[in-house]
């Protein structure tokens, strides 16, 4: 061997990048091995995504070295990066869906004006990508038609065929099944053990003690630390991150169901290409109990929650809300006889981000006479309830004047959730409380919600999250391609869930 | 955070950003002047003489920004509730007949301030009727507002000649307008508002409309930042989904609001109508309603910036009519071409000098 292999696969040396005043990433050193699977994790706004950025060249760092095995490296765009033998699979594929696996395979290496020499290569050399790496999937299927779990393999193949010998994921489960995420740590580990050299990015815990060699811990710009992964524990990582102790595991008592609050019965939604989305649903919510719904995302817990709160027209089916027959009212309606929504998408629906604070803190309330009488709305009114929210609340920064776009996901849902808790609704809609949510706020939001179920509310939760779901609810129902398949408890191991949520197990 | 977000204080973005568009705009326009074969300079000093040099021009120069803080009034009050109206020049045309049939029906009988109410709701009820069609088809059928507004546009002037030429016209005449108003159906000029600034109006025909426009644009800001129905339609056109979300009908608030916009344009037909010519004319609109996207949008869809946007348009209106007499050589298309230049670099082009004041505005700070 000579000197060269030697070398660390990545050397990066005192990388520093501002945008304006944030301190993007600060005096970043790292050194990984050639050879090993590396973690990189942190909360939402720690600088990961920054760090990668630069690696792949979308931004250029002000101060710092790049090594790339060992040779010191300019990356100027994603083609130098590609150049010096770094490949990225992101968190949203870039894939053209309607191209088979071998045209997107081609993408930006047709090799020449006609396609059939370039396509015979590809297919070549993706025959040797599958037996090298054991990364089966059939070359001429529609991307589109295929699991997401395929698609994300498309984008390592992607990456592969153009040389990649570094292999830059970033947090490429949030749109796995668990059995999906065990078969892509399994091909990460056969790339690893062919010499390939992966970074992970992501801010699940149990990822980065499943997989990694080693783990860098980031927290406001900064590596704080960088552990062997056999040498540390969940819990230090996650102190690590935060910066103080934090608790994992959701504090609550047994669950008191009282009466039924929400009653769905033979729901069925479809969308607007007419394909069903919710299919004959039926289930109760009892006031007191947190009722959890796991599943894959898209397989119509979106549907579900939008019919629930009047967002949605089911296209069959009924809902009562205290006996009341609601099905056809609209959000407003719904808001005033006790329904609160935690919708999935603060960004496109729970928050406008470019209103201050203080007028995403009354969206769907602000007929409320309390903000003002009559048709006027009094803007004092309305920032002197924010103050009482934020304090209540901790959201930061403190000002209720302050542009929604500017606060961190973490706060920007404390908004949400401090909107929707403190009307003191009689049922609770959850849509994926805590995405994009740091652990921090993580561990206040889950208490809010506990807490509104303890104080005799009925709370519906949706989550992708399997650990939030088991964690926080009473009861788990398991949606797959738009129908409850079952109904298990908390204690119910992640495996079955798992299984229910493929659709392959009820 | 990129320099395209950078938040800077609201004097560089509300005054030095429009203000340097503007010169930019001037400086370009300079250089067309310049390689006509004039002197850029002088024909400055002419325009600006002319819009603002006298009484007389000066009440020309608030005759054309009255118009033009109507329309974009009109525009701007859509653009909140995100919908595009390109038709509030046809909006204003209907709102005129709207206000020439009060005024027809009460100048014999009653003097001029009590047509006056009655000629603002005649205009702003037929401009907002012809808002209503263009505004059902997007909030039912999902037909482009933008798309149905101008065809509106085009039916709005064929019915508008139709009627002049067929319903309107006094017998025996050729041109096609209605009967002159009698004093009851006229409004006043602002002689008096003139003279306390030492001015001699002339025979500019500034007048009542420009104070009803101020009155306007007070309301509108009170509707936009301080109702519900305002944060209602600030929030459909910011969200869609989050509009959904909160409850917010989109039907109801997507009617609302272009009844309102096509209210606002018809009330424009008051200063041309009832202020200037004491007649309806075909084609008195005469563009007023396309500027006045652009005086909406260089205005930042604020009533504040909306005037001094529509001043702006004034004296580049009236300016330009003196240059084109006193320089033979810049045509009316010339002064066109400026006008261009204005809406191209303060209208399209409003943020290309972000990026560099940002940078200036950061080795500031720093040092």
């Keep these: 061997m000579n000197e060269k292999s030697q070398a660390p696969a990545i050397e990066l040396v005192g990388i520093d990048k501002k945008f304006g005043a944030v301190h993007a990433n600060k005096n970043i050193n790292l050194t990984v091995a050639k050879g090993s699977i590396h973690g990189i994790i942190g909360e939402n706004g720690a600088g990961k995504s920054t760090l990668m950025s630069i690696l792949y060249g979308f931004y250029q760092a002000d101060q710092g070295t790049i090594r790339i095995a060992g040779e010191t490296t300019t990356i100027k765009d994603s083609q130098a990066a590609i150049a010096a033998g770094i490949g990225m699979v992101h968190q949203h594929f870039m894939l053209v869906e309607n191209f088979t696996v071998l045209e997107n395979l081609m993408l930006g290496a047709e090799g020449g004006a006609l396609l059939a020499k370039g396509t015979d290569a590809a297919r070549a050399a993706l025959k040797k990508l599958e037996e090298d790496y054991e990364l089966e999937v059939d070359p001429d299927a529609i991307v589109e038609e295929l699991p997401v779990g395929l698609q994300q393999r498309v984008e390592i193949l992607k990456a592969m065929y153009r040389g990649a010998e570094i292999l830059i994921l970033d947090e490429p489960t949030g749109v796995l099944t668990p059995a999906e995420a065990d078969h892509l740590f399994k091909i990460l580990g056969v790339l690893r053990d062919q010499g390939k050299t992966v970074l992970l990015i992501t801010h699940k815990l149990r990822e980065i003690m499943a997989i990694t060699d080693t783990v860098s811990v980031m927290r406001r710009g900064e590596i704080v630390a960088t552990r062997k992964t056999s040498e540390t524990t969940v819990e230090e990582l996650a102190e690590l991150m935060v910066g103080r102790r934090v608790l994992l595991q959701v504090d609550k008592g047994a669950a008191n169901p009282g009466e039924v609050y929400l009653s769905v019965r033979n729901l069925t939604v479809k969308d607007g290409r007419g394909v069903t989305m919710v299919d004959n649903v039926s289930f109760d919510v009892r006031a007191g109990e947190i009722v959890g719904i796991a599943g894959v995302a898209g397989n119509g817990q979106s549907e579900l929650l939008e019919a629930i709160t009047g967002i949605r027209k089911p296209t069959s089916g009924e809902i009562f809300i205290c006996g009341e027959p609601v099905a056809g009212y609209d959000p407003a309606k719904l ?134 779901i088991r964690s926080l609810s009473d009861r788990i129902l398991v949606m797959f391609a738009g129908k409850v398949v079952g109904e298990k408890t908390p204690d119910t191991g992640e495996q079955t869930l798992g299984l229910m949520m493929a659709g392959i197990a009820a | 955070m990129s320099t395209a977000s950078f938040p800077l204080p609201r004097w560089i973005d509300y005054a030095v950003l429009p203000l340097l568009n503007l010169m930019l705009a001037f400086l370009v326009s300079g250089l067309v002047v310049w390689i006509i074969g004039e002197n850029p300079i002088e024909a400055l000093k002419l325009m600006l003489n002319g819009a603002l040099g006298r009484g007389e021009g000066i009440g020309f120069t608030l005759f054309y920004a009255t118009n033009f803080i109507f329309t974009g009034l009109s525009v701007a009050v859509a653009y909140h509730a995100g919908l595009f109206n390109i038709g509030s020049e046809g909006q204003a045309y209907l709102g005129g007949l709207g206000a020439a049939l009060v005024a027809l029906a009460l100048d014999h009988y009653v003097p001029w301030y009590v047509t006056m109410p009655f000629a603002i709701l005649g205009a702003a009820a037929f401009g907002g009727l012809w808002a209503l069609i263009p505004a059902w088809l997007q909030a039912k059928r999902g037909s482009h507002i933008v798309i149905t507004t101008i065809m509106f546009n085009f039916i709005g002037a064929a019915l508008m000649v139709y009627l002049l030429v067929n319903v309107m016209i006094v017998p025996g005449k ?73 409850g917010i009908p989109y039907t109801k608030i997507v009617i609302i609001t272009m009844l309102i916009s096509g209210g606002l344009a018809g009330m424009m037909a008051l200063n041309p109508v009832l202020g200037a010519s004491a ?89």
């Design chain 1, 335 to 468: 808001r005033s006889i006790g329904v609160a929504h935690i919708p999935e998408d603060r960004h496109h629906m729970g928050l406008v981000l470019s209103f201050e604070e203080s007028q995403n803190a009354i969206l769907g309330y602000h007929r409320d006479d309390k903000y003002g009488k009559g048709p006027f709305l009094a803007p004092d009114l309305i920032r002197q309830a924010a103050t009482v929210d934020i304090e209540k609340y901790d959201i930061r920064p403190p000002n209720p004047r302050l542009k929604t776009a500017n606060f961190s996901g973490g706060n920007q849902q404390k908004i949400v959730v401090a909107r929707e808790i403190e009307r003191d609704p009689k049922l609770l809609i959850v849509g994926q409380p805590t995405r994009g949510v740091d652990i921090g706020a993580i561990e206040f939001i889950h208490k809010r919600i506990v807490e509104t179920r303890d104080a005799g509310k009925a709370v519906l939760l949706v989550s992708v999250e399997l650990d939030e």
């Design chain 2, 174 to 246: 050729m041109a096609p307008e209605s009967r002159t108003f009698l004093e009851g159906g006229q409004l006043p000029k602002l002689d008096w508002l003139m003279a306390m600034f030492g001015l001699k109006l002339g025979p500019a025909p500034f007048n009542v409309s420009f104070l009803i426009a101020l009155v306007m644009c007070f309301l509108v800001w009170v509707l936009i930042w301080r109702t519900k129905l305002g944060f209602e339609m600030r929030t459909l056109g910011l969200s869609r989904s989050a509009a959904a979300y909160a």
């Design chain 2, 279 to 367: 007649r309806l004319q075909v084609e008195f609109v005469g563009g007023a309603g396309f500027v006045g996207i652009a005086v909406s949008l260089m205005g930042r869809n604020h009533p504040i910036g909306i005037i001094i946007a529509a001043i702006l348009f004034g004296v580049l209106y009236q300016g330009g009519a003196e240059l084109s007499f006193d320089m033979p050589n810049i045509t009316r298309e010339m002064i066109v071409v400026i006008q261009g230049l204005v809406v191209l670099f303060a209208g399209a082009l409003e943020y290309m000098f972000r990026p560099a004041l940002v940078r200036v505005y950061q080795q500031f700070t720093k040092g």
